[in-house]
């Protein structure tokens, strides 16, 4: 631990690294494809179809990190990797960024803002567009809760509400799986495979048969370490 805590209390940056570095690396991960976008859009280069290669890449990369956010609980109480719960969080807003975008570029670029046409055409016709905003409109509400404050002031509530991810990931599953053809449906079905074992691990006596055995296996989680730092407590509240 030499050199992780200065003389004045305040972690050295080789300190920093080794509490955050992990946040900061996924956190600018699940970014990039946002700004490689942007440098794409920037050089005119989205293809002959911007608004669908926008839509393609903005709607599966808010799939993807989504579950990631959903992966971060399992990976710690099945492998103890207790870093996952610090990305947690982030994973989620980043999830309704690329949401919010896939949003804009649908309801901007695509039907030019024309709010009877997509209800007449969208909203009445393509019921994948219903489960996609329900979705959309489920994952606003977590985001506003997601502060300290919010988890201080709802209590146990908090824990409750933040279970309606697992909705949201449900119908954003069945969205993709809906609006593919079906001779295209292997890709939504392998996401639609691995959200299901993700709820899976999540039933109790699934979960306490793979802690058990993880605990034969490996030994029991690591303590945590406890520094001279004002470490943040890592919230376990979406167990
Ligand atoms: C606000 C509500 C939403 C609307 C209006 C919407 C609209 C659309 C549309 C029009 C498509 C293309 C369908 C086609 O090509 O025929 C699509 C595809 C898709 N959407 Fe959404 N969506 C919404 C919410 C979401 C959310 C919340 C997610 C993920 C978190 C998502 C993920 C996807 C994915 C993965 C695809 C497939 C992209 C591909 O084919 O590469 N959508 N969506």
């Excluded at 805590?5 to 050295?12: A, H, K, T």
């Excluded at 695509?110 to 969208?122: N, V």
């Excluded at 009445?124 to 201080?152: E, Q, V």
């Excluded at 993880?214 to 509240?237: D, F, I, N, Y």
Aim: net charge positive.
């Amino acid at each position: 631990m030499s050199g992780r805590i200065r003389s004045d209390g305040r972690s050295s940056p080789v300190g920093y690294l080794r509490e955050h570095g992990f946040w900061w690396a996924v956190t600018l991960g699940a970014l990039t494809p946002l700004a490689w976008l942007g440098w794409r859009a920037a050089n005119g280069d989205l293809g002959v179809d911007p608004v669908n290669t926008i839509n393609n890449l903005s709607g599966r990369t808010a799939m993807i990190v989504l579950l990631l956010s959903l992966a971060c609980t399992p990976l710690n109480t099945i492998f103890g990797f207790r870093k996952a719960l610090t990305v947690r969080k982030s994973l989620g807003l980043i999830a309704l960024v690329y949401a919010s975008l896939h949003l804009i570029n649908f309801v901007g670029l695509d039907y030019g803002f024309d709010f009877g046409l997509i209800f007449q055409d969208a909203v009445l016709n393509k019921p994948y567009i219903l489960a996609g905003s329900t979705a959309l409109l489920l994952l606003i509400p977590l985001a506003i809760t997601s502060t300290r404050g919010w988890m201080k002031r709802l209590g146990r509530n908090w824990k409750r509400l933040h279970r309606l991810v697992y909705a949201a990931g449900v119908l954003v599953v069945l969205h993709f799986l809906w609006q593919a053809k079906a001779a295209e449906r292997e890709e939504p079905l392998i996401y639609a495979g691995v959200l299901a074992l993700l709820l899976i691990v999540r039933i109790p006596s699934v979960r306490r048969w793979l802690v058990t055995h993880r605990t034969r296996l490996v030994g029991p989680k690591p303590p945590r370490v406890q520094t001279m730092q004002r470490a943040k407590p890592v919230k376990q509240s979406g167990d």
